[in-house]
Every structure is written in structure tokens, then in C-alpha cells.
T-cell receptor
């Protein structure tokens, strides 16, 4: 079973601060995804990274895929209360895995006004 | 938004009773998945389906069974519910052309 270690598990910050969430594994993945989940709802895809070293930006969110495709990070600049939620990384091994994803444990982010 | 519904949205049941959760999609996607979500564990795959009547086990399949008799419906059954199966259950679908999974709204199950 491929494991994704996500850190930190909890993050409580003030509005305007920057933060980084990490997702690490000993396995190589064909792609890695970041999802955001709000209370009472299912996760929603934020981004997919595929190429080693790839960097993608989504407004104030910056996603990076490690060169060896074993790790990823999510950086939020100038966090806002609307960024509050559960952030999950997920990886697809590729091949004939029928689209199955392995998820990290998640990071609960709280941004205080 | 992907057309995925789950029913019921909330259920309270007693230990030893059978429970069936339903996932319904209107997207005609080939792949469907059942996950459970518990604090500190993220999402863990229970079972998945890669076509009508084609299903397989995920990492936490003990105590669960599934059926898919139609493309649009994927049922998750707890034959004899236990307190350890108290959780939030999510269904997801995958269009098969990429790795994006679209999730339903979840079912909160409490086993007393």
C-alpha cells in the first residue's frame, strides 16, 4: 500500500499570514492532486500536477510537484478566512489502477480574521 | 458540478443491523468508488467499480460489500453494522479520461 504523509495535520493562523502544507511519500507517482473540502461537503479538486518539478498557481495558491515525483507542497500567500477547510493530497499510481487514489491524512486549516 | 447524489445523507442504526447506502450518478462515468472518512485518516478506499457488475476491494473492505447492476448506481452494504463503521461515507466517480474524481455530498452513518 502506497502511503502519503501529509503535514502538518492542523494549522491555525491569522489572516494575511503565509503557510505551506507538505505531502510526502517514498513512492513515485504518475500524478498528484490537491483537494479542498468544506464541512458537510465532499472534496473538490484544486489542481493536478503531473511533471516532476512542475509548479502551478491558482490565485494565491502555489502547488509544486517534487523533481522525483514523490512529494508535493501547497503554499498559500496572504491567507484569508475563506481559505479555511480541509486540504487533502492524493496520488495516482498509474498503470491499471482503475483511477484509484491514495489520500494523505489531510490538513485542517483555520484562518482567523 | 458532477451529478452525484448519495442517500440517505444521515443515518443512525444499531449494531448488528444491515445498512445499504446508495450512490447515484447522472454522468454515465465508468468508474465509481466508495470511501470512508475518519479523523486523522483522510479518505480510505472501501470498494470500487470499473463497470457494471465489475467491482473490487479497496484497502478497508472488511465488513462491506458492493453491487453495481446499472451504470448509474453503486450500492454499499454493511451486512451487520458495527460501531467501528461509524463514519462519513463518500461516493466518487471518475470519467476515465483523467484522474479527477468527483465526490458526492457524503452520508454520515452512526452505529450505536
Amino acid at each position: 500500500t502506497q502511503l502519503l504523509e501529509q503535514s502538518p495535520q492542523f494549522l491555525s493562523i491569522q489572516e494575511g499570514e503565509n503557510l505551506t502544507v507538505y505531502c510526502n511519500s517514498s513512492s513515485v507517482f504518475s500524478s498528484l492532486q490537491w483537494y479542498r473540502q468544506e464541512p458537510g461537503e465532499g472534496p473538490v479538486l484544486l489542481v493536478t500536477v503531473v511533471t516532476g518539478g512542475e509548479v502551478k498557481k491558482l490565485k494565491r495558491l502555489t502547488f509544486q510537484f517534487g523533481d522525483a515525483r514523490k512529494d508535493s507542497s501547497l503554499h498559500i500567500t496572504a491567507a484569508q478566512p475563506g481559505d479555511t477547510g480541509l486540504y487533502l493530497c492524493a496520488a495516482h499510481a498509474g498503470g491499471t489502477s482503475y483511477g484509484k487514489l491514495t489520500f494523505g491524512q489531510g490538513t485542517i486549516l483555520t484562518v482567523h480574521p | 458540478d458532477a451529478g452525484i447524489t448519495q442517500s440517505p445523507r444521515h443515518k443512525v442504526t444499531e449494531t448488528g443491523t444491515p445498512v445499504t447506502l446508495r450512490c447515484h450518478q447522472t454522468e454515465n462515468h465508468r468508474y465509481m468508488y466508495w470511501y470512508r472518512q475518519d479523523p486523522g485518516h483522510g479518505l480510505r478506499l472501501i470498494h470500487y467499480s470499473y463497470g457494471v457488475k465489475d467491482t473490487d476491494k479497496g484497502e478497508v473492505s472488511d465488513g462491506y460489500s458492493v453491487s453495481r447492476s446499472k451504470t448509474e448506481d453503486f450500492l454499499l452494504t454493511l451486512e451487520s453494522a458495527t460501531s467501528s463503521q461509524t463514519s462519513v461515507y463518500f461516493c466518487a466517480i471518475n470519467e476515465g479520461r483523467g484522474d479527477t474524481q468527483y465526490f458526492g455530498p457524503g452520508t454520515r452513518l452512526t452505529v450505536l
